[in-house]
């Protein structure tokens, strides 16, 4: 039997407990908890074979009363003794992705980031349009492309507009990340019944992070009239871990306020932000600190919106924010952002960068208040990328 | 032992056999193929397990020449006496879902659709966007409300916009189909590999209807600027029967003349269209007959774009074709272009319409050249509209 020690400082401890997918070296994934610098392997230590599986679908059907249940065990334990064969050190495991994602939806829900895109793409014109404060603007991603945590990105090819008109094919020379927060879809919903904005709790499980890489100059020949295509969907990164909402209590904050007043189906009486902030590392440098809690729809508005029109949800379905930028030209979470459309270069170290080059590391990190001044972690979402493959 | 009769002109000639999922009556669903009026039940009648699933995926991911042989050994099964055990009348089961569908995309592949939407919705610029003859548009919708032909579709509710300028949230007023051709992904992808042109057939299985239904309204509303969302993601109904592409050599047609000349990674040596003419029948009054030899990009130039930037494929993702209108205002495939945008009612029996009432019901049926003069069946898409849910 051990004790798994958690230092009085860790992103990691008892009020965190994230849930993930690992491997002990050689064996099979399956689900676990991250305790201090320790997984916890769930099936092994409750003996529930919904832990056994390569994913956390399983467990996240079981609904919101079997989550606390088990929260409450594992909050138990974590203070005991646990037998020797459960717990595996966090850089001993190899990690996949936690949920097989059914459909993935991406939002546009800070209002910094889109009037700085609206700035950017549509220079003549307003830069929010006429629908952005009514709803929750979102788009469907591809959830087959959807990768964990530290798995590297090739570089996209695609088609560009050049300044004959016509466009050409080759490596995308505007690649760029999205800094954003993913929500788990935990248990489902049935088609035709929306879920409502003070149902978010029942719905969703925890939060994760997210990197939507995007190629600007595939998505700007593209876009046009039915969204982003291929600009998004050669890869978007998830972290490995996914924090539950019930770790996030002490990170609740009021919205910003939303003028005009949102239509009924849009307004709950238990809606809330979240205080969590982000830090994005550029090889290694911090070049902003992204704050969750300046976003302008929040999640639970964004579930009601999804599902206004009667969709349904799945267990394991992800959705995410969108880029979080805050007012400040420190807290933008995209290069194209940061650098001005490309127009000023950004310090990164030693160098200067406007777009991503290869061999360039992103990571994005976050944390959330805890009790007693403490903080708790989000784990990470990090990415490298590799050169494009020669031409088709 | 019995020999299942199939009529001269019968759709589901032994040429045709289509695959889908049934379930006998209070027995659990497995794939089947069908011919003339009955089903064959491929567990029982070939003893492999792959079969007793209730979806393709498993005999989509065995790959080409699997799927080839399985065909001839029908193709001589269907001329002898089988088990009667393993015979089923087609009108005695039940269809699901033929595949679980990973990723959705929908083109916008006609350029008398795209032409005719550009009119409505942007009536003072150019119909076609400068990108439209250069690349396959297209979209991701939401995978997870696919469903299959014979589903009800609730009228969905949703914001639009409304003559004060501030939008309103209310059931669909013009709700619409699209009728359209949807292609069966069998063997998946690499991430980061882009399949060519020329490898369209190693990958598609086969080929299904889709009825993408559509709220005009909504979609107006919200569709700046990422593209179609809640207008498209409360339903898409798919048939229950898809055919596999080796039974349409015979509807093989060049492409369109394209100009301008695609880039390289569009160009194939075994690019081409498929003759299949649609019906589409408004409480059972033909009201439209979209040619589908008439669409610009064909379905393996779709699958090139789709993962030219590296984006990869899994069994059972599904793309569509968008909507498939020809240049007559009688080939027309959604009813916002029959009908004018709203403002040309059209006749449907003895009644007039402009979008879908509730009760309404729609049916998609297409056909393709067979040998020797006979046609092969798609099937058919069908749905009815139920009114809209009280206000949440």
């Known amino acids: 039997m051990l004790r798994v020690e958690v230092a009085p400082d860790s992103l990691f401890g008892p009020e965190n407990m994230p849930y993930g997918v690992f491997a002990p070296p050689g064996e099979s994934f399956r689900v676990g908890v991250r305790l201090g610098d320790m997984v916890l392997d769930l099936a092994a ?3 529930d074979p919904v832990f056994a599986r390569p994913d956390l679908n399983a467990f996240l059907a079981t609904g919101p009363a079997r989550w606390g249940a088990v929260r409450a065990r594992l909050r138990e334990l974590a203070d005991t003794a646990l037998p020797v064969e459960v717990v595996h050190p966090v850089r001993s495991v190899r990690m996949a992705l936690p949920v097989t994602i059914g459909d993935y939806v991406d939002f546009y829900a ?8 609206g700035r950017l793409f549509r220079p003549d014109s307003e830069p929010l349009l006429p629908n952005w404060r009514h709803l929750p603007v979102g788009y469907h991603g591809r959830a087959g492309t ?21 466009p050409e094919f080759g490596p995308s020379q505007r690649l760029d990340i999205e800094a954003e927060l ?53 890869a978007t990164s998830l972290s490995a871990w996914v924090t539950p909402l ?17 239509l009924p189906y849009l307004r709950g009486t238990a809606d809330h932000g979240l205080d969590i902030d982000l830090a994005v590392s550029w090889n290694g440098h911090v070049v902003s600190r992204p704050p969750y809690a300046r976003m302008y729809w929040s999640p639970a508005q964004m579930l009601a919106h999804l599902t206004a029109n009667g969709a349904s949800i799945r267990p394991g379905d992800l959705y995410a924010s969108g880029t979080i930028s805050g007012p400040e030209p420190t807290q933008r979470g995209s290069f194209i952002e940061l650098s001005w459309g490309g127009t000023e270069p950004i310090t990164v170290g030693e160098e200067t960068r406007t777009f991503l080059t290869d061999g360039d590391d992103v990571t994005i990190t976050a944390t959330a208040p805890g009790t007693a001044g403490r903080r708790i972690g989000l784990g990470e979402v990090s990415g490298r990328i590799l050169s494009a493959r020669s031409a088709p």
Not at 110 to 117: G, K, Q, R
Not at 153 to 158: A, C, E, F, N, S
Not at 248 to 258: G, I
């Open 182 to 234: 993913g929500f788990v879809v935990g248990t489902g919903s049935t088609l035709g019944v929306p879920v409502g904005v003070d149902d978010f709790a029942a719905h969703v499980f925890g939060v994760a992070l997210v990197n939507d890489w995007s190629a600007r100059d595939i998505q700007a020949w593209e876009y046009q009239p039915l969204g982003p295509f291929l600009g998004k969907s050669f």
């Open 110 to 117: 800070s209002i910094d980031h889109a009037t700085n895109l």
């Open 246 to 262: 019930a770790a996030l209590e002490q990170a609740r904050v009021p919205l910003p306020t939303q003028e005009p007043e949102p």
């Open 146 to 166: 959807v990768v964990v945590s530290g798995t590297p990105v090739i570089r996209p090819q695609g088609q560009r507009r050049t300044d004959s008109g016509a």
């Open 45 to 47: 230590l409750l003996g």
